[in-house]
Protein backbone atom coordinates (compact mmCIF):
# COMPACT_ATOMS: atom_id res chain seq x y z
CA UNK A 1 0.00 0.00 0.00
CA UNK A 2 1.68 3.13 -0.91
CA UNK A 3 1.58 6.12 1.34
CA UNK A 4 -0.52 9.06 0.47
CA UNK A 5 0.80 12.36 -0.55
CA UNK A 6 0.48 15.32 2.16
CA UNK A 7 -2.30 16.81 1.98
CA UNK A 8 -2.09 21.03 2.28
CA UNK A 9 -2.85 22.54 5.84
CA UNK A 10 -5.01 25.00 4.67
CA UNK A 11 -7.61 25.73 0.83
CA UNK A 12 -9.44 28.71 0.40
CA UNK A 13 -13.37 27.75 -0.20
CA UNK A 14 -14.79 27.86 -3.48
CA UNK A 15 -16.65 31.30 -2.12
CA UNK A 16 -13.26 32.74 -0.55
CA UNK A 17 -11.78 32.96 -3.93
CA UNK A 18 -14.77 34.28 -5.65
CA UNK A 19 -14.70 37.12 -3.42
CA UNK A 20 -11.00 37.65 -3.30
CA UNK A 21 -9.46 40.72 -4.98
CA UNK A 22 -7.18 38.87 -6.84
CA UNK A 23 -10.06 37.11 -8.95
CA UNK A 24 -11.47 40.31 -9.79
CA UNK A 25 -8.31 41.49 -11.25
CA UNK A 26 -7.05 38.52 -12.76
CA UNK A 27 -10.31 38.61 -14.62
CA UNK A 28 -8.95 42.79 -15.55
CA UNK A 29 -6.50 41.16 -16.97
CA UNK A 30 -8.15 38.89 -19.34
CA UNK A 31 -10.54 41.06 -20.46
CA UNK A 32 -8.18 43.88 -21.38
CA UNK A 33 -5.12 42.18 -23.00
CA UNK A 34 -6.95 39.02 -24.31
CA UNK A 35 -4.91 37.23 -21.42
CA UNK A 36 -5.90 33.65 -20.65
CA UNK A 37 -4.64 33.44 -17.61
CA UNK A 38 -6.57 31.14 -14.68
CA UNK A 39 -4.74 31.15 -11.67
CA UNK A 40 -2.40 32.29 -9.41
CA UNK A 41 0.79 30.34 -11.43
CA UNK A 42 -0.50 31.56 -15.11
CA UNK A 43 -1.12 35.10 -13.67
CA UNK A 44 2.48 35.28 -12.04
CA UNK A 45 3.76 34.13 -15.41
CA UNK A 46 2.16 36.75 -17.19
CA UNK A 47 2.64 39.54 -15.04
CA UNK A 48 6.82 39.07 -15.26
CA UNK A 49 6.72 38.19 -18.82
CA UNK A 50 4.54 41.91 -19.31
CA UNK A 51 5.81 43.98 -16.84
CA UNK A 52 4.37 47.18 -18.23
CA UNK A 53 0.82 46.34 -18.57
CA UNK A 54 1.06 44.35 -15.27
CA UNK A 55 2.05 47.64 -13.33
CA UNK A 56 -0.50 49.56 -15.47
CA UNK A 57 -3.01 47.27 -14.25
CA UNK A 58 -1.89 47.28 -10.46
CA UNK A 59 -1.71 51.68 -10.60
CA UNK A 60 -5.04 51.29 -12.32
CA UNK A 61 -6.81 48.51 -10.08
CA UNK A 62 -5.07 50.18 -7.06
CA UNK A 63 -6.95 53.82 -8.00
CA UNK A 64 -3.46 55.53 -7.74
CA UNK A 65 -4.33 59.57 -7.08
CA UNK A 66 -1.75 61.27 -9.70
CA UNK A 67 -1.10 63.42 -12.43
CA UNK A 68 -0.78 60.88 -15.05
CA UNK A 69 0.50 58.09 -15.19
CA UNK A 70 0.95 58.75 -19.16
CA UNK A 71 1.93 56.22 -22.06
CA UNK A 72 5.31 55.35 -20.64
CA UNK A 73 5.42 52.72 -18.03
CA UNK A 74 8.77 51.88 -17.75
CA UNK A 75 11.66 53.57 -19.40
CA UNK A 76 14.54 51.24 -20.27
CA UNK A 77 12.87 48.04 -18.64
CA UNK A 78 16.15 45.78 -18.95
CA UNK A 79 18.24 48.12 -16.81
CA UNK A 80 19.11 46.72 -13.66
CA UNK A 81 19.76 49.22 -11.83
CA UNK A 82 18.19 52.20 -13.78
CA UNK A 83 15.14 51.48 -15.05
CA UNK A 84 11.99 54.10 -14.59
CA UNK A 85 9.19 53.50 -14.02
CA UNK A 86 6.12 55.86 -14.84
CA UNK A 87 8.46 58.98 -15.64
CA UNK A 88 5.80 61.09 -16.88
CA UNK A 89 3.45 60.47 -13.81
CA UNK A 90 3.28 62.91 -10.75
CA UNK A 91 1.75 61.90 -7.09
CA UNK A 92 2.11 62.42 -3.76
CA UNK A 93 2.30 59.83 -1.31
CA UNK A 94 0.21 61.27 1.64
CA UNK A 95 -3.05 61.99 -0.54
CA UNK A 96 -2.79 58.83 -1.38
CA UNK A 97 -2.93 56.94 2.01
CA UNK A 98 -5.29 60.02 3.07
CA UNK A 99 -7.91 59.29 0.93
CA UNK A 100 -10.78 58.26 3.12
CA UNK A 101 -12.47 60.78 4.87
CA UNK A 102 -15.53 60.57 7.56
CA UNK A 103 -16.02 59.43 11.21
CA UNK A 104 -14.50 55.40 10.87
CA UNK A 105 -11.39 54.47 12.47
CA UNK A 106 -8.29 55.56 10.66
CA UNK A 107 -5.97 54.35 13.61
CA UNK A 108 -7.01 52.27 16.85
CA UNK A 109 -3.84 52.25 19.01
CA UNK A 110 -2.90 50.22 21.99
CA UNK A 111 0.46 51.12 23.87
CA UNK A 112 0.13 47.50 25.93
CA UNK A 113 -2.22 47.73 28.70
CA UNK A 114 -1.83 51.52 29.33
CA UNK A 115 -2.88 53.48 26.73
CA UNK A 116 -6.02 53.19 24.08
CA UNK A 117 -6.43 55.51 21.74
CA UNK A 118 -8.76 55.73 18.24
CA UNK A 119 -8.93 58.67 15.88
CA UNK A 120 -11.10 58.74 12.90
CA UNK A 121 -10.07 60.00 9.10
CA UNK A 122 -11.04 63.32 9.81
CA UNK A 123 -9.26 63.25 12.87
CA UNK A 124 -6.41 61.98 11.08
CA UNK A 125 -6.02 64.45 7.95
CA UNK A 126 -6.76 67.60 10.80
CA UNK A 127 -4.00 66.15 12.28
CA UNK A 128 -1.85 65.98 9.40
CA UNK A 129 -3.16 69.04 8.27
CA UNK A 130 -1.90 71.42 11.59
CA UNK A 131 1.88 69.57 11.27
CA UNK A 132 2.20 69.89 8.13
CA UNK A 133 1.90 73.86 8.79
CA UNK A 134 3.54 73.57 11.62
CA UNK A 135 6.91 71.46 9.45
CA UNK A 136 6.37 74.09 6.75
CA UNK A 137 7.01 76.84 9.01
CA UNK A 138 9.96 75.57 10.72
CA UNK A 139 11.93 75.47 7.24
CA UNK A 140 10.94 71.95 5.60
CA UNK A 141 10.14 71.71 2.24
CA UNK A 142 10.96 68.92 -0.68
CA UNK A 143 14.01 66.91 -0.48
CA UNK A 144 14.26 67.83 3.54
CA UNK A 145 14.68 65.09 6.34
CA UNK A 146 12.63 64.39 8.85
CA UNK A 147 13.51 61.85 11.55
CA UNK A 148 11.52 59.97 14.09
CA UNK A 149 12.69 58.56 17.02
CA UNK A 150 9.24 57.20 17.91
CA UNK A 151 7.19 54.30 19.04
CA UNK A 152 4.30 52.65 16.75
CA UNK A 153 1.69 55.22 17.81
CA UNK A 154 -0.62 57.41 15.76
CA UNK A 155 1.51 60.69 15.64
CA UNK A 156 4.57 58.69 14.34
CA UNK A 157 2.04 57.85 11.55
CA UNK A 158 0.67 61.61 11.08
CA UNK A 159 4.19 63.16 11.23
CA UNK A 160 5.34 60.67 8.31
CA UNK A 161 2.59 61.70 6.46
CA UNK A 162 2.75 65.51 6.83
CA UNK A 163 6.26 65.13 6.16
CA UNK A 164 5.49 63.20 2.49
CA UNK A 165 2.82 65.73 2.10
CA UNK A 166 5.60 68.48 1.76
CA UNK A 167 7.72 66.18 -0.27
CA UNK A 168 9.95 65.72 2.46
CA UNK A 169 11.96 62.57 3.47
CA UNK A 170 11.02 60.67 6.36
CA UNK A 171 13.05 58.12 8.22
CA UNK A 172 12.55 56.60 11.57
CA UNK A 173 14.03 54.74 13.91
CA UNK A 174 12.68 52.74 17.79
CA UNK A 175 13.46 54.52 20.83
CA UNK A 176 14.89 51.10 22.09
CA UNK A 177 17.79 52.99 20.23
CA UNK A 178 20.88 53.92 22.45
CA UNK A 179 22.44 57.28 21.22
CA UNK A 180 25.25 56.21 19.24
CA UNK A 181 23.03 54.07 17.09
CA UNK A 182 20.54 57.03 16.56
CA UNK A 183 23.60 59.13 15.34
CA UNK A 184 24.87 56.19 13.03
CA UNK A 185 21.63 56.30 11.38
CA UNK A 186 20.03 60.05 11.53
CA UNK A 187 23.25 61.76 11.50
CA UNK A 188 24.22 60.49 7.83
CA UNK A 189 20.59 62.10 6.51
CA UNK A 190 21.54 65.40 8.39
CA UNK A 191 17.37 65.71 9.26
CA UNK A 192 15.68 68.96 10.03
CA UNK A 193 13.35 68.27 12.19
CA UNK A 194 13.40 65.16 14.83
CA UNK A 195 10.45 64.28 16.23
CA UNK A 196 10.65 61.75 19.89
CA UNK A 197 7.82 60.60 21.95
CA UNK A 198 9.08 61.60 25.69
CA UNK A 199 9.24 57.18 26.56
CA UNK A 200 7.70 54.22 25.66
CA UNK A 201 6.11 51.49 27.87
CA UNK A 202 7.70 47.77 27.86
CA UNK A 203 6.49 45.26 29.86
CA UNK A 204 3.94 47.67 31.88
CA UNK A 205 7.21 49.78 32.88
CA UNK A 206 7.63 53.15 31.39
CA UNK A 207 11.23 53.96 30.05
CA UNK A 208 12.28 57.78 29.26
CA UNK A 209 13.72 58.82 26.13
CA UNK A 210 14.02 62.55 26.65
CA UNK A 211 17.33 61.73 28.90
CA UNK A 212 18.87 60.85 25.63
CA UNK A 213 17.83 64.03 23.74
CA UNK A 214 20.60 66.51 24.56
CA UNK A 215 22.90 63.52 23.62
CA UNK A 216 21.90 63.42 20.25
CA UNK A 217 21.23 66.72 19.48
CA UNK A 218 24.60 67.17 19.97
CA UNK A 219 25.88 65.10 17.56
CA UNK A 220 22.96 66.53 15.17
CA UNK A 221 24.30 69.52 14.16
CA UNK A 222 21.79 69.78 11.58
CA UNK A 223 19.10 69.48 13.29
CA UNK A 224 16.83 73.10 13.59
CA UNK A 225 13.51 71.28 15.21
CA UNK A 226 13.17 68.98 18.23
CA UNK A 227 9.45 67.99 18.41
CA UNK A 228 8.43 66.08 21.78
CA UNK A 229 5.14 64.18 21.66
CA UNK A 230 4.07 63.18 25.04
CA UNK A 231 3.08 59.47 25.65
CA UNK A 232 4.26 57.97 29.12
CA UNK A 233 4.69 61.22 31.47
CA UNK A 234 3.68 64.82 32.71
CA UNK A 235 4.88 67.52 30.14
CA UNK A 236 9.06 66.87 30.29
CA UNK A 237 11.34 69.51 31.37
CA UNK A 238 13.08 70.70 27.79
CA UNK A 239 14.87 73.82 29.15
CA UNK A 240 18.22 72.08 28.78
CA UNK A 241 17.65 71.31 25.31
CA UNK A 242 18.18 73.57 22.48
CA UNK A 243 15.10 73.73 19.49
CA UNK A 244 13.19 71.81 21.44
CA UNK A 245 9.72 72.08 21.86
CA UNK A 246 6.53 70.35 22.87
CA UNK A 247 3.95 68.80 20.20
CA UNK A 248 1.29 71.17 21.41
CA UNK A 249 3.24 74.47 21.13
CA UNK A 250 4.64 73.30 17.77
CA UNK A 251 1.34 73.29 16.40
CA UNK A 252 -0.92 75.88 18.26
CA UNK A 253 -0.26 78.52 16.09
CA UNK A 254 -2.38 76.68 13.52
CA UNK A 255 -5.63 75.53 12.76
CA UNK A 256 -6.69 71.89 11.21
CA UNK A 257 -8.26 72.67 7.33
CA UNK A 258 -7.51 70.18 4.29
CA UNK A 259 -4.21 69.03 3.46
CA UNK A 260 -2.04 70.30 0.95
CA UNK A 261 0.29 68.00 -1.08
CA UNK A 262 3.09 68.38 -3.42
CA UNK A 263 2.86 66.24 -6.59
CA UNK A 264 6.71 65.34 -7.32
CA UNK A 265 7.65 62.63 -9.76
CA UNK A 266 7.31 58.61 -9.30
CA UNK A 267 10.72 58.25 -8.03
CA UNK A 268 10.86 60.98 -5.72
CA UNK A 269 12.46 59.51 -2.38
CA UNK A 270 9.83 59.13 0.19
CA UNK A 271 12.14 57.32 2.85
CA UNK A 272 15.37 56.49 3.96
CA UNK A 273 15.77 53.09 5.89
CA UNK A 274 18.55 51.78 7.27
CA UNK A 275 20.82 48.22 6.66
CA UNK A 276 21.64 46.22 9.83
CA UNK A 277 25.32 47.63 9.49
CA UNK A 278 27.10 44.70 8.96
CA UNK A 279 30.49 46.22 7.31
CA UNK A 280 30.32 49.53 9.04
CA UNK A 281 27.70 52.40 10.14
CA UNK A 282 24.31 51.04 8.42
CA UNK A 283 24.32 52.14 5.00
CA UNK A 284 21.08 54.56 4.16
CA UNK A 285 18.65 52.96 1.41
CA UNK A 286 16.58 55.23 -0.52
CA UNK A 287 13.04 54.22 -1.84
CA UNK A 288 10.86 56.07 -3.92
CA UNK A 289 7.45 57.33 -3.15
CA UNK A 290 5.69 55.73 -6.16
CA UNK A 291 7.70 52.83 -5.77
CA UNK A 292 6.68 52.18 -2.52
CA UNK A 293 2.90 53.01 -3.02
CA UNK A 294 2.17 50.73 -5.71
CA UNK A 295 4.14 47.88 -4.59
CA UNK A 296 2.41 48.28 -0.72
CA UNK A 297 -0.92 48.46 -2.87
CA UNK A 298 -0.08 44.96 -5.49
CA UNK A 299 0.84 43.59 -1.83
CA UNK A 300 -1.98 44.28 0.36
CA UNK A 301 -4.72 44.34 -2.15
CA UNK A 302 -3.51 41.23 -4.29
CA UNK A 303 -1.59 38.77 -2.17
CA UNK A 304 -3.33 39.80 1.30
CA UNK A 305 -6.86 40.38 0.18
CA UNK A 306 -7.25 43.63 2.22
CA UNK A 307 -10.16 45.67 0.93
CA UNK A 308 -11.68 48.93 2.02
CA UNK A 309 -13.36 48.42 5.72
CA UNK A 310 -10.97 46.17 6.70
CA UNK A 311 -9.01 46.02 9.72
CA UNK A 312 -4.94 45.66 9.28
CA UNK A 313 -2.19 45.11 11.94
CA UNK A 314 1.04 43.63 12.66
CA UNK A 315 3.52 43.65 15.33
CA UNK A 316 6.53 46.01 14.48
CA UNK A 317 8.61 49.11 15.35
CA UNK A 318 8.91 51.79 14.01
CA UNK A 319 12.38 50.40 13.22
CA UNK A 320 11.35 47.84 10.69
CA UNK A 321 10.61 47.65 7.15
CA UNK A 322 6.89 46.47 8.63
CA UNK A 323 5.85 49.64 10.37
CA UNK A 324 6.53 51.08 6.55
CA UNK A 325 4.39 48.47 4.86
CA UNK A 326 1.90 48.46 7.38
CA UNK A 327 0.94 52.26 7.20
CA UNK A 328 0.60 51.79 3.76
CA UNK A 329 -2.83 49.65 3.69
CA UNK A 330 -4.38 53.36 4.30
CA UNK A 331 -4.28 53.64 0.91
CA UNK A 332 -6.70 50.63 0.61
CA UNK A 333 -8.85 52.24 2.68
CA UNK A 334 -8.05 49.86 5.89
CA UNK A 335 -7.95 50.90 9.35
CA UNK A 336 -4.31 50.47 11.04
CA UNK A 337 -4.40 49.03 14.35
CA UNK A 338 -0.90 50.04 16.16
CA UNK A 339 0.82 48.17 19.22
CA UNK A 340 3.32 49.54 21.03
CA UNK A 341 5.23 47.14 23.87
CA UNK A 342 5.65 44.18 24.93
CA UNK A 343 3.71 41.45 22.80
CA UNK A 344 3.92 38.65 25.60
CA UNK A 345 1.79 40.44 27.83
CA UNK A 346 -0.85 38.68 29.64
CA UNK A 347 0.49 35.84 29.29
CA UNK A 348 0.83 36.21 25.31
CA UNK A 349 -2.90 36.75 25.16
CA UNK A 350 -2.75 40.53 24.58
CA UNK A 351 -2.79 40.78 20.77
CA UNK A 352 -5.39 38.31 20.59
CA UNK A 353 -7.41 40.64 22.95
CA UNK A 354 -6.79 43.08 20.15
CA UNK A 355 -8.03 40.96 17.52
CA UNK A 356 -10.72 40.39 18.84
CA UNK A 357 -12.19 43.34 20.15
CA UNK A 358 -11.00 45.35 17.23
CA UNK A 359 -12.33 42.93 14.49
CA UNK A 360 -8.77 42.11 12.84
CA UNK A 361 -8.55 40.80 9.55
CA UNK A 362 -5.06 40.62 9.06
CA UNK A 363 -3.06 39.44 11.89
CA UNK A 364 0.76 40.39 11.14
CA UNK A 365 3.31 38.89 13.42
CA UNK A 366 6.69 37.21 13.45
CA UNK A 367 7.93 33.47 13.41
CA UNK A 368 9.99 34.09 16.48
CA UNK A 369 6.56 35.46 18.32
CA UNK A 370 4.63 32.30 17.32
CA UNK A 371 7.34 29.81 18.55
CA UNK A 372 7.51 32.11 21.66
CA UNK A 373 3.89 31.70 22.57
CA UNK A 374 3.50 28.30 21.57
CA UNK A 375 6.03 27.52 24.44
CA UNK A 376 4.27 29.56 26.61
CA UNK A 377 1.77 26.78 26.31
CA UNK A 378 -1.00 30.02 24.29
CA UNK A 379 -3.93 28.24 22.74
CA UNK A 380 -6.12 31.33 21.84
CA UNK A 381 -8.58 28.96 19.58
CA UNK A 382 -9.64 28.13 23.13
CA UNK A 383 -9.66 31.59 24.85
CA UNK A 384 -10.92 33.70 22.22
CA UNK A 385 -12.82 33.92 19.09
CA UNK A 386 -10.93 35.38 16.08
CA UNK A 387 -13.89 34.91 14.20
CA UNK A 388 -13.04 38.34 11.85
CA UNK A 389 -9.54 37.24 11.21
CA UNK A 390 -8.94 35.69 7.90
CA UNK A 391 -5.18 36.09 7.39
CA UNK A 392 -1.99 35.56 9.78
CA UNK A 393 1.08 36.69 8.31
CA UNK A 394 4.54 36.23 9.71
CA UNK A 395 8.11 37.28 8.79
CA UNK A 396 11.28 38.25 10.22
CA UNK A 397 12.67 34.90 9.84
CA UNK A 398 11.55 31.30 8.13
CA UNK A 399 8.76 29.77 10.11
CA UNK A 400 9.58 26.52 10.47
CA UNK A 401 7.24 23.69 9.65
CA UNK A 402 6.17 23.29 13.27
CA UNK A 403 4.83 26.80 13.57
CA UNK A 404 2.41 26.03 10.49
CA UNK A 405 0.82 23.06 12.62
CA UNK A 406 1.05 25.67 15.27
CA UNK A 407 -1.53 28.18 13.97
CA UNK A 408 -3.60 25.75 12.53
CA UNK A 409 -4.14 23.70 15.50
CA UNK A 410 -3.86 26.06 18.10
CA UNK A 411 -4.92 29.15 16.91
CA UNK A 412 -7.53 29.39 13.89
CA UNK A 413 -8.41 26.49 11.17
CA UNK A 414 -9.86 28.66 8.74
CA UNK A 415 -7.11 31.46 7.86
CA UNK A 416 -4.61 31.77 5.35
CA UNK A 417 -1.00 31.77 7.14
CA UNK A 418 1.30 33.86 4.55
CA UNK A 419 4.74 33.71 5.55
CA UNK A 420 6.33 36.31 3.45
CA UNK A 421 9.57 37.64 2.90
CA UNK A 422 11.55 40.72 1.25
CA UNK A 423 13.51 43.06 3.42
CA UNK A 424 14.39 46.69 4.12
CA UNK A 425 16.10 46.59 0.67
CA UNK A 426 12.61 46.58 -1.34
CA UNK A 427 10.68 47.87 1.42
CA UNK A 428 8.43 45.08 0.02
CA UNK A 429 8.36 41.29 -0.25
CA UNK A 430 10.13 38.95 -3.08
CA UNK A 431 7.91 36.16 -1.79
CA UNK A 432 4.28 36.41 0.09
CA UNK A 433 0.91 34.69 -0.09
CA UNK A 434 -1.86 33.82 -2.16
CA UNK A 435 -5.24 34.27 -1.19
CA UNK A 436 -6.41 31.94 -3.83
CA UNK A 437 -4.21 29.08 -3.47
CA UNK A 438 -3.53 26.08 -0.50
CA UNK A 439 -1.04 26.62 1.96
CA UNK A 440 1.40 23.69 2.35
CA UNK A 441 3.57 22.73 5.67
CA UNK A 442 6.65 24.74 5.83
CA UNK A 443 6.58 26.87 2.66
CA UNK A 444 6.26 30.59 1.47
CA UNK A 445 2.86 30.24 -0.74
CA UNK A 446 4.43 32.28 -3.93
CA UNK A 447 6.59 34.44 -5.47
CA UNK A 448 5.23 38.09 -5.68
CA UNK A 449 3.58 39.26 -9.05
CA UNK A 450 5.66 41.46 -11.59
CA UNK A 451 8.86 40.00 -9.01
CA UNK A 452 10.44 37.15 -11.80
CA UNK A 453 12.22 35.63 -8.33
CA UNK A 454 14.38 32.71 -9.45
CA UNK A 455 16.98 30.60 -7.50
CA UNK A 456 20.61 30.20 -8.63
CA UNK A 457 23.06 27.51 -8.05
CA UNK A 458 26.70 28.53 -7.36
CA UNK A 459 27.22 28.80 -11.40
CA UNK A 460 24.61 31.34 -12.28
CA UNK A 461 22.17 29.07 -13.13
CA UNK A 462 18.06 28.66 -11.93
CA UNK A 463 17.69 25.36 -10.38
CA UNK A 464 13.60 24.00 -9.11
CA UNK A 465 14.00 21.74 -5.93
CA UNK A 466 17.42 22.51 -4.63
CA UNK A 467 18.97 25.21 -2.53
CA UNK A 468 20.07 28.42 -3.90
CA UNK A 469 20.81 32.11 -4.03
CA UNK A 470 17.91 33.96 -4.08
CA UNK A 471 17.65 36.34 -7.36
CA UNK A 472 15.25 38.88 -9.19
CA UNK A 473 16.19 38.96 -13.09
CA UNK A 474 13.54 41.73 -13.86
CA UNK A 475 13.69 45.30 -12.50
CA UNK A 476 10.55 46.16 -9.98
CA UNK A 477 9.01 49.77 -9.18
CA UNK A 478 9.89 49.18 -5.38
CA UNK A 479 13.66 48.90 -6.23
CA UNK A 480 16.31 51.55 -4.26
CA UNK A 481 16.21 54.68 -5.61
CA UNK A 482 19.76 54.35 -4.52
CA UNK A 483 21.85 54.85 -1.34
CA UNK A 484 22.58 58.27 0.13
CA UNK A 485 25.49 60.04 0.11
CA UNK A 486 26.39 57.67 -2.97
CA UNK A 487 26.58 59.73 -5.68
CA UNK A 488 27.89 57.50 -8.67
CA UNK A 489 26.09 54.30 -7.59
CA UNK A 490 28.73 52.16 -6.41
CA UNK A 491 27.81 51.10 -3.08
CA UNK A 492 24.33 50.33 -4.52
CA UNK A 493 25.68 48.49 -7.41
CA UNK A 494 28.45 46.37 -5.06
CA UNK A 495 25.55 45.50 -2.11
CA UNK A 496 22.97 43.66 -4.79
CA UNK A 497 24.88 43.53 -8.20
CA UNK A 498 28.49 42.47 -8.17
CA UNK A 499 27.79 38.69 -7.84
CA UNK A 500 25.36 38.72 -11.07
CA UNK A 501 25.88 41.98 -13.17
CA UNK A 502 22.13 43.12 -14.14
CA UNK A 503 20.80 41.27 -11.89
CA UNK A 504 19.29 41.34 -8.04
CA UNK A 505 21.08 38.61 -5.69
CA UNK A 506 19.13 39.28 -2.36
CA UNK A 507 21.62 37.33 -0.01
CA UNK A 508 18.94 34.78 0.60
CA UNK A 509 19.18 31.08 1.13
CA UNK A 510 16.10 28.80 -0.78
CA UNK A 511 14.33 26.87 -2.48
CA UNK A 512 11.67 26.84 -4.81
CA UNK A 513 9.41 23.78 -4.34
CA UNK A 514 7.12 21.52 -6.18
CA UNK A 515 3.90 23.64 -5.48
CA UNK A 516 5.61 27.19 -6.84
CA UNK A 517 6.45 27.70 -3.39
CA UNK A 518 9.48 29.22 -1.16
CA UNK A 519 11.45 27.58 1.39
CA UNK A 520 13.71 30.20 2.95
CA UNK A 521 17.00 28.65 5.13
CA UNK A 522 18.27 31.67 6.18
CA UNK A 523 20.40 34.62 5.05
CA UNK A 524 23.64 33.39 3.20
CA UNK A 525 25.59 36.48 4.62
CA UNK A 526 26.95 36.48 8.23
CA UNK A 527 24.20 39.42 9.09
CA UNK A 528 22.61 37.76 12.57
CA UNK A 529 19.04 37.14 13.02
CA UNK A 530 17.93 36.76 16.74
CA UNK A 531 14.56 36.25 16.90
CA UNK A 532 14.14 37.36 13.52
CA UNK A 533 15.43 40.83 13.66
CA UNK A 534 18.52 41.53 11.62
CA UNK A 535 21.52 42.70 13.08
CA UNK A 536 24.89 44.01 12.01
CA UNK A 537 28.11 42.62 13.31
CA UNK A 538 29.82 45.74 13.05
CA UNK A 539 26.88 47.43 15.68
CA UNK A 540 28.15 45.37 18.21
CA UNK A 541 32.10 45.70 17.57
CA UNK A 542 31.92 49.48 17.73
CA UNK A 543 30.63 49.18 21.07
CA UNK A 544 32.60 46.49 22.54
CA UNK A 545 36.19 47.94 21.43
CA UNK A 546 35.28 51.05 23.19
CA UNK A 547 35.63 48.90 26.39
CA UNK A 548 39.74 48.99 27.69
CA UNK A 549 39.81 45.27 28.88
CA UNK A 550 38.83 43.95 24.57
CA UNK A 551 41.65 43.86 21.92
CA UNK A 552 39.21 42.62 19.78
CA UNK A 553 36.33 40.71 19.15
CA UNK A 554 34.07 38.53 16.57
CA UNK A 555 30.40 37.76 16.92
CA UNK A 556 28.32 35.07 14.71
CA UNK A 557 24.75 34.04 14.61
CA UNK A 558 24.69 30.37 16.43
CA UNK A 559 21.84 28.48 15.29
CA UNK A 560 20.24 27.39 18.48
CA UNK A 561 16.43 25.92 20.04
CA UNK A 562 14.78 26.75 16.56
CA UNK A 563 15.93 30.10 16.09
CA UNK A 564 19.35 31.95 16.26
CA UNK A 565 21.33 33.38 19.25
CA UNK A 566 24.22 36.16 19.44
CA UNK A 567 27.58 34.65 20.60
CA UNK A 568 30.63 37.04 20.91
CA UNK A 569 33.82 36.57 21.43
CA UNK A 570 36.67 38.83 22.87
CA UNK A 571 40.33 38.20 23.27
CA UNK A 572 41.30 40.62 26.29
CA UNK A 573 44.53 42.63 27.10
CA UNK A 574 47.29 40.19 28.52
CA UNK A 575 46.43 38.89 32.09
CA UNK A 576 42.46 39.55 32.07
CA UNK A 577 39.98 36.80 32.36
CA UNK A 578 36.25 37.03 31.21
CA UNK A 579 34.19 37.35 34.53
CA UNK A 580 30.81 37.95 35.26
CA UNK A 581 31.32 41.60 36.18
CA UNK A 582 33.14 42.13 32.92
CA UNK A 583 30.85 40.23 31.23
CA UNK A 584 28.03 42.30 32.91
CA UNK A 585 30.01 45.56 31.55
CA UNK A 586 29.72 44.28 28.26
CA UNK A 587 26.50 43.41 27.68
CA UNK A 588 25.41 46.60 29.43
CA UNK A 589 27.60 48.81 26.88
CA UNK A 590 25.76 46.75 23.68
CA UNK A 591 22.44 47.44 25.14
CA UNK A 592 22.60 51.48 26.12
CA UNK A 593 24.38 51.83 22.41
CA UNK A 594 22.17 49.98 20.55
CA UNK A 595 19.13 47.51 21.64
CA UNK A 596 18.11 45.04 23.96
CA UNK A 597 18.70 42.56 20.63
CA UNK A 598 22.35 43.31 20.56
CA UNK A 599 22.81 41.50 23.47
CA UNK A 600 25.26 38.10 23.26
CA UNK A 601 23.59 35.19 24.47
CA UNK A 602 27.28 33.90 25.15
CA UNK A 603 29.95 35.78 25.58
CA UNK A 604 33.47 33.73 25.14
CA UNK A 605 36.73 34.73 25.94
CA UNK A 606 39.67 33.45 23.09
CA UNK A 607 43.21 33.65 22.05
CA UNK A 608 43.16 34.56 19.33
CA UNK A 609 40.55 35.76 16.35
CA UNK A 610 41.13 34.35 12.65
CA UNK A 611 41.47 36.74 9.76
CA UNK A 612 42.08 36.78 5.96
CA UNK A 613 45.79 37.91 4.85
CA UNK A 614 44.79 41.35 4.18
CA UNK A 615 44.06 41.51 7.59
CA UNK A 616 39.71 40.68 7.78
CA UNK A 617 38.02 38.87 10.53
CA UNK A 618 36.19 36.01 8.82
CA UNK A 619 33.34 35.27 10.70
CA UNK A 620 31.49 32.82 7.99
CA UNK A 621 34.68 30.98 8.65
CA UNK A 622 34.37 30.80 12.72
CA UNK A 623 30.14 29.95 12.49
CA UNK A 624 30.98 27.43 10.27
CA UNK A 625 33.40 25.61 12.73
CA UNK A 626 30.53 26.83 15.96
CA UNK A 627 28.15 24.48 13.74
CA UNK A 628 30.90 21.83 13.04
CA UNK A 629 30.93 22.51 9.31
CA UNK A 630 33.99 21.89 7.38
CA UNK A 631 36.13 25.06 6.63
CA UNK A 632 36.41 25.85 2.80
CA UNK A 633 39.37 28.14 1.22
CA UNK A 634 41.85 28.14 4.88
CA UNK A 635 44.61 29.03 2.71
CA UNK A 636 43.22 32.53 2.28
CA UNK A 637 43.64 33.16 6.05
CA UNK A 638 46.63 34.18 7.57
CA UNK A 639 46.09 32.32 10.66
CA UNK A 640 44.09 29.20 10.06
CA UNK A 641 44.99 27.55 13.06
CA UNK A 642 43.02 30.33 15.40
CA UNK A 643 40.21 28.73 14.05
CA UNK A 644 40.96 25.34 16.10
CA UNK A 645 39.82 27.59 19.14
CA UNK A 646 36.31 27.21 18.28
CA UNK A 647 35.36 23.53 18.31
CA UNK A 648 33.69 22.00 20.26
CA UNK A 649 33.33 24.69 22.90
CA UNK A 650 31.34 23.32 26.29
CA UNK A 651 29.98 26.91 26.44
CA UNK A 652 27.95 26.52 23.34
CA UNK A 653 26.82 23.23 23.92
CA UNK A 654 24.24 24.49 26.52
Known amino acids: MTESAPAPLWQPSPERIAAASITAFLATVNR ?288 WMMWNWLVSALASEATLLLYDGNPALNEGRILFDFADAEAMTLFGTSAKWLDAIAKMGCDPMRTHRLDSVRAITSTGSPLAPEGFDYVYAHIKRDVQLASISGGTDIVSCFMLGNPIGPVWRGEIQCRGLGMKVEVFDETGQPVEGEKGELVCTRAFPSMPVGFWNDPDGEKYRKAYFDRYPGIWCHGDWVELTGHGGIVVFGRSDATLNPGGVRIGTAEIYRQVEQIDEVLESLVIGQDWAGDVRVVLFVRLRPGITLDDPLRERIKRRIRDNTTPRHVPARIVQVEDIPRTKSGKIVELAVRDVVHGRQVKNREALANPEALDLYRDLPNLME
Not at 52 to 57: C, D
Not at 241 to 265: E, S, Y
Open 32 to 319: QYGASVSDYDSLWRWSVAAPANFWRTVWEFGGVIADGPGGVVVDDPDRMPGARWFPEARLNFAENLLRRSGDGDAIVFWGEDKVKRRLSHDDLSALVSRLQQALKAAGVGVGDRVAGYMPNMPETVAFMLAAASLGAVWSSASPDFGIQGVLDRFGQIEPKVLVLADGYYYSGKPYDSVGKLAGIVAGMPSLERVVVVPYVGERADLAGVPKAVHLADFVAPFAAGAPDFVRLPFAHPLYVMFSSGTTGVPKCIVHSAGGTLLQHLKEHRLHCDVKPGDRVFYFTTCG
